[in-house]
C-alpha cells in the first residue's frame, strides 16, 4: 500500500515538474497561450487525481492546485497592457510554492493513520452550536449598528464610489463581519441535530438573512462569496453530494447579487476598462473583471521581484500580531512599507506576496511547507475528532488555499481573528461536551 502511495506522489511531482517547465519554455518563447494551456491542464490534473483519491470534491491540495496553478496559467495569457513577461526568480518562486506546499502536506500526512470519523446526532452539541449562532449574530448586528453610527453612513446607500472602503472602524469591524462563519454554522447544526424545531428554523432563517444583509449592506462581494463558499465546503464535507441543480441555483442566485453589488460600488463599465488596460477593448466585462482580479495578482507580485530593494524580515507577516494587539498605532514606522503594484487602483495579493517580501525565495519555501504541514493537520483534524467544529477550520483553510491567487491571507488580521473565534467555539463545544464522572 506505501510503495502504491510513493509511486502516486511520484505522478503528481514528475506530471507537475514536466507540464511547468514546458509552460516557463513557452513563455520565454514568447509562447504565452501555449504556456497558459500547459498551466491549467497541470491544474486539472493535480485537481483530478487529488479528488480522485480521496474522493473528497473539495480536498485541500487539490483545491490549493486548482486556485494557484490553475490562477497562475489564466495570468500567463496575458490579456492586458498591464502584464509582461515575468523574472526568472518569479517563475521559480511560483514553482516552489505549490512543490514545498505538496511536500509539507505529505509530510505531515504520512504522520497519521487514514481514520474516518462520521458526526453523530448530538443534541448538546446542536444547542452549542445554536448559541454559537445567535451569539455572532448579535454581535455582528450590533457593532454594524456601531459602525454606521460613528463612520455616519452605510455604504449601500451612500453614492461616493469607494464609500465601503471607508466604512471600517478599527477593531469594531472585525466582529461586523463575523456573520459570514453563520451559514457555516447553520450546516453543522442541522447535521449535528436530530430534529429541528419549526421555531429554530425561523431563527436561522433570520441569522442566515443577517450573514448576507450585512456584506451587502457593506458591499462586500468578497464577504458574501466568502459566506456562501465557506457553507458549500462545510455541506460537502459533510455530505459529500451536490447535485445539478444545487449548482445551477447557487449560480442563479450569486450572479444577479454579484452584478448588483458591483453597480452599487458605483463602478461602471468604462472606469473598469479604464483600470484594466485590456489588449482586446471590446472584451465584454463579466470576462475582463474576473480575468484582471485573479491575473494581476501574480503581476503584483513579479512587479515586487524585479522592484523590491530590501526585504522586511518578517515584519510584513507580523502585522497581524500588530494590528490585533493595538501596536500597529503605537509603532507605525515599523509597517511603513511600500506596496509594490501595477496600478494604484488593483492592490490585490496573492498568498505568498508578503513571504517573500519577508525573506525572498527562502520566504516562500518556509512558507509553503507550514502552510502544507498546516492544510495535513486540518485534515486529520477533520476526519478524526468528533467535535463539528473541526470543519469550520477546514472550510476556512479550503477557501484560504482556494484564493490563493487573491489575498495575503495568513497576513490579515481578519483570517487570526476567524481562526481564534473558531477556537473557542472549538473550547466551548468541547467543554460542554464532557459528562461528569459518576
Known sequence: MRKQVTIMKQIDYLSYGILYGCAYLGARQGYHTLSALFLIVAAFLLYILQVGRTKNLVDLRGIFALSWIGG????????????????????????????????????????????????????????????????????????????ALLVGFIPLFDSAPHAYSHFHVSGVHYFTISCVLIPALTVLYTKVSLLVPKKVIVFLVFANITAAAIPILCVSRFQLL????????????????????????????????????????????????????????????????????????????????????????????????????????????????????????????????DAYYDFGVIGIIVFSLLVGILAAQIRRWTLQNKNPITYLFYGQMAIYLGLSFFTTWFSNPTTWFWFVLTGLMYIGIEYKGKRKKS
Open 72 to 147: 497562475e496559467g489564466i495570468a500567463c495569457f496575458q490579456l492586458s497592457h498591464l502584464q509582461h513577461d515575468w523574472a526568472d526568480r518569479t517563475w521559480l518562486a511560483f514553482f516552489l510554492v505549490y512543490l514545498c506546499f505538496q511536500i509539507g502536506y505529505d509530510f505531515r500526512l504520512f504522520q497519521f493513520t487514514e481514520e474516518t470519523r462520521e458526526i453523530e446526532h448530538d443534541e448538546k452539541q446542536a444547542k452549542r452550536l445554536l448559541l454559537c449562532i445567535g451569539i455572532i449574530m448579535g454581535v455582528s448586528i450590533a457593532c454594524f449598528l456601531c459602525e
Open 226 to 353: 466568502f459566506a456562501v463558499g465557506f457553507a458549500v465546503v462545510t455541506y460537502l464535507m459533510l455530505y459529500h453530494k451536490i447535485t445539478w441543480k444545487m449548482i445551477v441555483g447557487l449560480f442563479l442566485i450569486m450572479i444577479p447579487m454579484y452584478v448588483l453589488l458591483t453597480v452599487a460600488r458605483r463602478h461602471d463599465v468604462s472606469y473598469l476598462n479604464g483600470i484594466f488596460e485590456m489588449k482586446n477593448v471590446n472584451t465584454p466585462i463579466f470576462i475582463t473583471q474576473p480575468y484582471m482580479y485573479i491575473a494581476n495578482n501574480y503581476e503584483n507580485f513579479n512587479c515586487m521581484v524585479e522592484q523590491l530593494t530590501e526585504h522586511s524580515k518578517g515584519l510584513k507577516m507580523l502585522f497581524p500580531v500588530f494590528a490585533l494587539s493595538g501596536l500597529k498605532f503605537v509603532f507605525p514606522e515599523l509597517l511603513s512599507f511600500p506596496l509594490y503594484i501595477t496600478k494604484e487602483e488593483l492592490t490585490t495579493l496573492t498568498m505568498f506576496y
